[in-house]
């Protein structure tokens, strides 16, 4: 136990979205090495603490606490808790239209590294990780999710992460809208993300997905409750019965890992 | 964007110095000549006299001033900002020095540098076939490389066209905007002085760009270049414009008339980077005519001034002829751009698309003001009008006063309109990549101008992309 080196942890969150509160108290700590599941029907605020924990200014922390490596996330901005070592692989990624994924993803790896930072290495990396994800390199010129299938912007994140190579990655519904073989290959650019040194957070409705990516512990979310955990056969079990027979008995429950 | 592009952006992002250091700056001039502020019959008598001219420009220029000043000023555009211009303040003709120069080494040390800061003898090496720069009312450098003179290719001052090809600018000039067409065409013609003379003879493709720049200098100084361009049959040409004044607490007038002739099968693209000081006036009068099968291209970029007034147009003339205007507009703080184009298609099978972007930031505000006419006889013809505006910060503004005369029910017409904002989210979704919110919204606008920016040559685009950024930081002004 003492060993383990916490990454993210949160302690009793609560989030409040155009003043109605969808998240109500969710503490869950994600150590060095680990991989964890949050799963759960629609509309039960995954998306929501997701965001939250980014920090997007409409999903408001009104309660509890939230640290990324020790430090308080609370009072940073997204770009510093970006820089900070915390990533957030969109449900919905949005198109920047004119901005192309080469030099978007050039703008955004200078910034981690600091204004003056050396960049001479950039094409070189950004080829390998195409590459590895079996992305074509005409996405390269593409305007940022402009007209990009579901599966493509999924992709797209994927690279992101391993172009950025966050502390903790939160992947919110990134299997969906991939066909097998695309699942495969997103998994497979998460897995060799993976590391002893960081961490991740897969925020999904399907356990297809884990069936790619093993996690360490599974979480189900209702209401905007953390109302069960278990390890990965929860996930198999959640496949079989679905979410109505998890009740809402362990309620606000803190969720020991 | 390639590497060469970014590195060269990054490269100018170093600069770090804003527009006031970078083109804001004035040299303490000793002007051969510097006439009175204000205009009169005899400030024009005494600019044709010292220009040498023959008698019926002369006269051509008296009658201009008489037309300036029998007609009323624009009812339309910002009348409020217009009715704000002191004519009776500002000076018309401003000679700097007695000879123009032929290497840059004729050049007065002060204006050279003023030159050197702006990059023209550098690029002039790296890419383009001809240079001339213009400093107040005269040009005091010009070069072409050799090769294009061979060719037969002409391109001088509009002074030196003026003595040297006096039959072709009389066959021409004023053709394409007569006297009368508006006040500020009229003011124009009345002291012109300076522009570019461009002649291409037929089948002659000037493949690298020519460019001429200008420069105001001095406070209240008016500028009023004259530039006429003639490609013949067959013959292609690039010209490109760019210009910049120093920061004033008063206003200085810049007011061009710019006419094309584009004859049968020819192509000629006009690229403009305009980025005035804040206290400039800039009312422009562009106009071409476009033969049988001709191309013509406005490739328009409107940054700084006050007041901007632009609308290049396009007449097709002939059948088969195509036109393209290509605008861009950035209204900061305090400015109007009052941007636009014009079609006129006037026989059939003829084609124009136009495209405008506009930004406007702070309380800036950018209008559309465009004109697409299609005559009775231009069966079979097509107009694509597309607008897009983007607004930054909750009092910016941003108009579109679109007409249409379409007298042939036998075209198509394509007109689309649209207003955005800075959208929270996509913000968002790039500070969650670790940029900052100025970055991030930096990168969204140059997004935005990105059909604009990948039309111009390399070293454009890269400059421009960094003024866009200095607009952005506001530092402008
Ligand atoms: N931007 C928003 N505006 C209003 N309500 C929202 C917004 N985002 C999420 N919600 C609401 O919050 C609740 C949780 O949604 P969400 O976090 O997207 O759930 P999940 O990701 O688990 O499907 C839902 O009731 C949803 O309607
Ligand atoms: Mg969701």
Redesign the pocket.
């Given at each position: 136990m003492s060993d383990k080196k916490p990454l993210l942890s949160f302690n009793d969150v609560h989030v409040e979205?155009?003043g109605?509160e969808?998240?109500r108290g969710v503490t869950l700590t994600i150590n060095a090495g680990e991989t964890h599941a949050i799963m759960?029907?629609?509309?039960?605020?995954?998306?929501?603490?997701?965001?939250a924990l980014m920090g997007h200014p409409?999903?408001a922390i009104t309660r509890g606490e939230a640290f990324l490596k020790g430090e308080s996330i609370l009072d940073m901005d997204p770009d510093e808790r970006s820089r900070a070592g915390l990533f957030l692989a969109f449900?919905y990624p949005l198109a920047i239209p004119g901005v192309t994924v080469a030099n978007f993803m050039r703008s955004a790896l200078q910034s981690h590294r600091g204004k003056d930072a050396d960049m001479s290495d950039f094409r070189k990396l950004f080829k390998a990780e195409m590459n590895a994800l079996g992305i074509d390199h005409v996405f390269a010129t593409r305007y940022l999710n402009e007209g990009f299938s579901g599966g493509e912007k999924k992709r797209i994140e994927i690279l992101q992460m391993a172009m950025l190579q966050p502390s903790v990655a939160i992947l919110?519904?990134t299997d969906s809208g991939l066909d097998i073989d695309a699942l495969k290959t997103v998994a497979e650019g998460i897995n060799r993300f993976h590391n002893d040194n960081n961490g991740i957070l897969l925020?999904t409705?399907y356990q297809r997905l884990l069936n790619y990516v093993k996690p360490d512990y599974v979480h189900v979310?209702k209401a905007?409750h953390l109302v069960k955990s278990g390890g990965p056969e929860l996930a198999l079990e959640l496949e079989d019965r679905g979410y109505d027979w998890v009740v809402g008995e362990e309620e606000n429950q803190k969720v020991e890992v | 964007m390639t590497d060469a592009v970014q590195r060269q952006k990054d490269d100018l992002s170093q600069l770090n110095n804003d527009y006031a250091t970078r083109y804001g700056f004035h040299d303490p001039v000793d002007y051969f000549h510097k006439g009175a502020r204000g205009i009169s019959h005899e400030v024009v008598e005494m600019i044709s006299k010292m220009k040498n001219e023959p008698r019926w420009m002369a006269e051509i220029r008296h009658h201009a001033l008489d037309v300036f000043n029998s007609k009323p000023t624009p009812r339309w555009g910002n009348t409020k900002l217009l009715n704000e211009i002191v004519y009776e303040n500002i000076y018309y003709f401003m000679k700097p020095i007695e000879q123009q120069g032929k290497s840059w080494d004729d050049v007065p040390e002060y204006i050279r540098r003023t030159f050197d800061k702006l990059g023209i003898p550098e690029a002039e090496k790296n890419f383009l076939g001809g240079v001339s720069a213009q400093y107040e009312s005269e040009v005091v450098y010009h070069s072409m490389r050799e090769d294009l003179t061979k060719k037969g290719v002409v391109f001088l001052d509009m002074d030196a066209g003026l003595r040297e090809y006096p039959e072709i600018i009389k066959k021409y000039f004023g053709t394409v905007i007569p006297t009368d067409d508006n006040k500020f065409a009229a003011l124009n013609t009345a002291v012109w002085s300076g522009g570019s003379f461009i002649y291409v003879p037929p089948g002659v493709d000037v493949a690298v760009p020519l460019q001429a720049y200008f420069r105001i200098n001095a406070e209240n100084m008016g500028q009023f270049e004259r530039t006429l361009i003639i490609a013949d049959k067959g013959a292609r040409v690039h010209y490109i414009e760019g210009c910049t004044a120093p920061v004033y607490s008063t206003d200085s007038l810049h007011s061009a008339v710019v006419e094309l002739i584009a004859l049968e099968d020819s192509y000629i693209r006009y690229t403009t980077i305009q980025n005035w000081a804040r206290n400039i006036y800039n009312l422009v009068t562009k106009r071409a005519t476009a033969h049988k099968n001709a191309t013509v291209e406005w490739v328009d970029g409107n940054l700084g001034s006050r007041l901007t007034m632009k609308y290049p147009c396009i007449q097709l003339v002939g059948e088969g002829a195509r036109g393209e205007i290509l605008s861009v507009a950035f209204a900061g703080q305090d400015q109007h751009q009052d941007a636009g184009a014009k079609v006129i298609h006037a026989a059939p099978n003829t084609s124009s698309r136009i495209t405008s972007k506009s930004i406007s930031k702070d309380n800036g505000r950018a209008s559309y003001r465009g004109l697409a006419k299609i005559h009775k006889n231009a069966t079979n013809s097509k107009i694509s009008v597309e607008c897009d505006a983007l607004l930054i910060g909750e009092d910016a503004r941003s108009d579109t006063y679109p007409t249409m005369e379409i007298d042939n029910d036998q075209v198509r017409v394509e007109h689309e309109a649209r207003v955005s904002k800075v959208a929270e989210e996509q913000l968002f979704y790039l500070t969650s990549r670790g940029l900052t919110e100025d970055d991030a919204r930096l990168l969204i606008v140059n997004g935005f101008m990105e059909p604009f920016t990948k039309e111009l040559p390399l070293e454009y685009a890269v400059e421009l992309n960094r003024l866009i950024e200095l607009e952005m930081e506001g530092s402008i002004g």
């Open positions: 979205v155009e109605k969808v998240v759960g029907p629609n509309g039960s605020g995954k998306s929501s603490l997701s965001q409409s999903y449900q919110d519904e925020v409705h979310m905007g | -």
